[in-house]
């Protein structure tokens, strides 16, 4: 059976921005986020990213730029050993209203048809940082968790989680877990919203 995980990029992978990540140069991977992919490799995991990049329909940069910058989040994961299979995106404004746009499904969706596989059956995770990576996943049919990087934190502090989202530090911390490490347990777990 395919062990397959769904992470958001900006706040889960990498330091998220408010301005949004423009460049190459912006992008700055979170401490030990692309060791913890590495680890989901070596365990047998396939690891997807599904990212809104928002910053494209905008105008604030072009694809050349988002290629550029995903270009160098494969180079520095592979520096470790790690594997990012693919890279799905939505380049889409909030007002396009299109499907593939998180909370929105459509994405999620797409990556289990490429992948041929049963999300609810074969219990595939998403990880993210802001509730709406989590409901995407969640109505996917994807086991939610929610790390405290990026977003994170205040996400975790408003409420309303889909329910029986995990929450964990950060990316590492949710790889020990899912790996059995000794002493890896949820920071904290939301059973209803």
Not at 48 to 64: E, H, I, K
Not at 84 to 113: Q, T, W, Y
Request: proline share 6%; glycine share 8%; aromatic share 6%.
């Amino acid at each position: 059976m395919m062990k397959l995980i769904i992470l958001d990029r900006d706040g889960v992978i990498n330091y998220d921005s408010d301005d949004f990540i423009k460049s190459p140069d912006e992008w700055i991977p979170i401490p030990g986020s692309l060791e913890a992919i590495a680890r989901l490799n070596q365990a047998g995991y396939r690891v997807v990213v599904a990212t809104n990049q928002s910053g494209v329909g905008r105008g604030l940069f072009d694809m050349a730029t988002l290629n550029a910058i995903h270009q160098k989040m494969h180079a520095l994961a592979q520096q470790v050993g790690a594997d990012i299979e693919a890279v799905f995106f939505c380049p889409h404004a909030l007002n396009d209203n299109c499907d593939c746009r998180k909370p929105k499904s459509g994405m999620i969706v797409e990556i289990a048809r490429r992948f041929d596989i049963n999300l609810r059956q074969q219990k595939v995770i998403t990880v993210g940082d802001s509730l709406r990576d989590l409901q995407a996943g969640f109505v996917a049919g994807c086991i939610p968790y929610l790390v405290l990087t990026g977003k994170g934190a205040a996400t975790f502090a408003t409420g309303g989680l889909p329910p029986d989202t995990k929450i964990y530090p950060d990316l590492a911390a949710v790889v020990d877990f899912l790996l059995d490490v000794p002493h890896a347990s949820p920071a904290k777990s939301e059973t209803s919203s």
